[in-house]
């Protein structure tokens, strides 16, 4: 390719391996089409090459920085600090409290960059709506409250298995006010055994002993 490498438009976007690929792709292109165009078309066929290996690589940075993130069977949708801290705080549940990681991982299936902290149990997948306060907050925090939530969605499909053929769940059974101090105390022993700071605890202690 000689000095074609220095002025591609692909290279600060992809890895060497991806150049030389991209390289090798639009070399392949000009000795299939060399036989059959005109020599006058040759250049317009290296243009159209290279347009499209830069399209491809640019579609690919672009999804990697605003694609969803998969953690385990967790997808992860935000940007990319929020899918950062996501992952933080799903790596710390996973280490500290597996229980709680199983319970999070088997009833939520998506985690979701939102305005408001919701559990939409009743999309499919599952999904956590988590805004920037609470996942922000500290890692802690953000933790402690994937799990609370995770609760309330496993609340809502129990009530699908014990109640087969209904379609939909009463709002009692999972956010509920009994349901709401189940989550906080599950949430408690989470933010206690991966080591929340003490002004969390005393945070969740006063949710829980509020009610609803």
Known sequence: MGGLDSSLPLNGLTSPNTNWEACRTISCIKMTFGAYLPRKWHKTV???????????ALFLVLHAVFGPAHFD?????????????????????????????????????AISQSKHSEMAAYRKPPTFE??????FYSVTWCAGSIAHDSLHSRFYFNYLKLHPGERVV?????MGEAAEKLCCEHQLRVLRQI????????QCLTAKTNGY
């Open 195 to 202: 080591g929340a700071p003490t002004n969390e605890i005393a």
């Open 130 to 135: 988590l805004n920037d306060q609470t996942a």
């Open 46 to 56: 290296l243009l159209v090459s290279l347009t499209v290996a830069a399209g491809v």
């Open 73 to 109: 069977n967790l997808e992860i949708r935000g940007t990319r600090r929020f899918k950062a801290r996501v992952i933080q705080a799903l790596t710390l549940l996973r280490s500290k409290t597996p229980h709680a990681y199983e319970l999070a991982t088997n009833n939520i299936g």
């Open 170 to 174: 009463v709002h009692d059974a999972w």
